[in-house]
Nanobody, 122 residues
Framework: QVRVVESGGGSVEAGGSLRLSCAAF????????MSWFRQAPGSAPEGVAY???????TYEDSVKGRFTISRDNAKNTQSLQMNSLRPEDTAMYHC????????????????WGQGTQVTVSS
């Protein structure tokens, strides 16, 4: 069964760090663009970071320099290291798989997970 499962969310104070992980099942991430998007209550989904199959990465402006996306093709996992967290980073974070990505321009959304909650208090 093709699916992704996120883990690693939690509650931290502003300035803290969290590391999110995404495990993929039923397909090889090496062939796909891996990404994270987030959605806060009452807001539209927002792409946070993208990692294309060629290793290139792209970040949404507000997380540049604070978040780092990485992938381990051998383990079929991806991660999102989030540092210097801000209250406005509070959201449900989802792992998403696209056929391809070029910067934040993506192909079809292939798979996404249920998400993991990140809450940052001031």
């Amino acid at each position: 069964q093709v699916r992704v499962v996120e883990s690693g969310g939690g509650s931290v104070e502003a300035g803290g760090s969290l590391r999110l992980s995404c495990a993929a099942f039923g397909f090889k991430i090496s062939n796909y663009c891996m990404s994270w998007f987030r959605q806060a209550p009452g807001s539209a989904p927002e792409g946070v970071a993208y990692s294309d199959s060629d290793g290139s990465t792209t970040y949404e402006d507000s997380v540049k320099g604070r978040f780092t996306i990485s992938r381990d093709n051998a383990k079929n996992t991806q991660s999102l290291q989030m540092n210097s967290l801000r209250p406005e980073d509070t959201a449900m974070y989802h792992c998403a798989v696209y056929a391809y990505c070029s910067g934040a321009d993506t192909g079809d959304l292939e798979v996404w997970g249920q998400g993991t909650q990140v809450t940052v208090s001031s």
